[in-house]
């Protein structure tokens, strides 16, 4: 299936560094990378920056090998974070730098697959409907699963930004790996949460319809975030699936 893709990352309003990487440029489209740093201006650059040059990398070299996608993506993202925690060994000064990871991926003659840890999301837009895909790997995220906490009280809880779980962490405990179910016309974003945190769902879904092109509506959501605060770095991706606009890939940021 054709695909159309643009990617965007602005360091908001607030930050004095983008700590966020994204990688769209792989020839064929066949896979998307987007990773929000953490630790201190430098360590959460450098944990980015690893991750998502570790990932792709790996996919590189691998892409042909037949092994099965969970294997094959797990074993992707223990090797990202190896890469880090060596980083961290050899720079002690970084020794708490972690990211978020989500990366989309799309096999000749498998459907799509999705894996991420920590709080970087994917949604789908199908027929005006956004789906958030991914399970934010958060303590909010777990409270509002137990009913502890309602998704109106957790969107300004004090704790929303602390992380279950992240690369950069000996303990790598919870990789969510799964297929995507997508249509002709879906619409795919890849984000870290300097979107989310300052857009709700309604806000976003709107900015991915039809009326947009990939490259108008990446544009139209960071921008959305800045009138909204823009208080954290936002990086979106989106990918569309059979579209008729050519737009072409971008790695501003």
């Given at each position: 299936?054709?695909?159309?893709?643009?990617?965007?990352?602005?360091?908001?309003?607030?930050?004095?560094?983008?700590?966020?990487?994204?990688?769209?440029?792989?020839?064929?489209?066949?896979?998307?990378?987007?990773?929000?740093?953490?630790?201190?201006?430098?360590?959460?650059?450098?944990?980015?920056?690893?991750?998502?040059?570790?990932?792709?990398?790996?996919?590189?070299?691998?892409?042909?090998?037949?092994?099965?996608?969970?294997?094959?993506?797990?074993?992707?993202?223990?090797?990202?974070?190896?890469?880090i925690l060596d980083n961290q060994q050899a720079h002690p000064e970084r020794s708490d730098m972690g990211t978020?990871?989500?990366?989309?991926?799309?096999?000749?003659?498998?459907?799509?697959?999705?894996?991420?840890?920590?709080?970087?999301?994917?949604?789908?837009?199908?027929?005006?409907?956004?789906?958030?895909?991914?399970?934010?790997?958060?303590?909010?995220?777990?409270?509002?699963?137990?009913?502890?906490?309602?998704?109106?009280?957790?969107?300004?809880?004090?704790?929303?930004?602390?992380?279950?779980?992240?690369?950069?962490?000996?303990?790598?405990?919870?990789?969510?790996?799964?297929?995507?179910?997508?249509?002709?016309?879906?619409?795919?974003?890849?984000?870290?949460?300097?979107?989310?945190?300052?857009?709700?769902?309604?806000?976003?879904?709107?900015?991915?319809?039809?009326?947009?092109?990939?490259?108008?509506?990446?544009?139209?959501?960071?921008?959305?975030?800045?009138?909204?605060?823009?208080?954290?770095?936002?990086?979106?991706?989106?990918?569309?699936?059979?579209?008729?606009?050519?737009?072409?890939?971008?790695?501003?940021?």
């Open positions: 299936m054709k695909r159309q893709f643009f990617g965007l990352s602005d360091q908001g309003l607030v930050r004095s560094a983008n700590q966020d990487s994204y990688y769209i440029d792989d020839p064929e489209g066949r896979f998307f990378i987007v990773a929000d740093g953490m630790g201190g201006h430098a360590g959460g650059e450098e944990a980015s920056r690893i991750a998502t040059e570790a990932i792709q990398d790996y996919l590189c070299a691998h892409w042909s090998t037949q092994i099965e996608p969970t294997t094959f993506l797990r074993d992707m993202l223990l090797e990202a974070n190896r890469h978020t990871i989500v990366v989309v991926i799309f096999p000749e003659a498998d459907p799509p697959w999705c894996v991420h840890v920590g709080d970087s999301r994917l949604y789908r837009l199908r027929e005006q409907q956004l789906e958030q895909i991914t399970k934010d790997h958060t303590w909010i995220s777990q409270a509002v699963g137990s009913g502890l906490l309602t998704p109106e009280q957790a969107r300004v809880h004090p704790w929303r930004h602390v992380l279950a779980q992240c690369l950069g962490r000996e303990e790598l405990n919870q990789i969510d790996i799964q297929p995507l179910d997508v249509q002709q016309g879906d619409r795919l974003l890849l984000c870290s949460d300097g979107l989310t945190e300052e857009l709700s769902d309604d806000l976003i879904s709107p900015y991915l319809s039809k009326d947009y092109s990939c490259s108008q509506a990446a544009e139209a959501l960071v921008e959305a975030a800045k009138e909204k605060g823009g208080q954290d770095n936002i990086t979106v991706v989106i990918v569309e699936m059979d579209a008729s606009v050519d737009d072409s890939p971008s790695d501003e940021g």
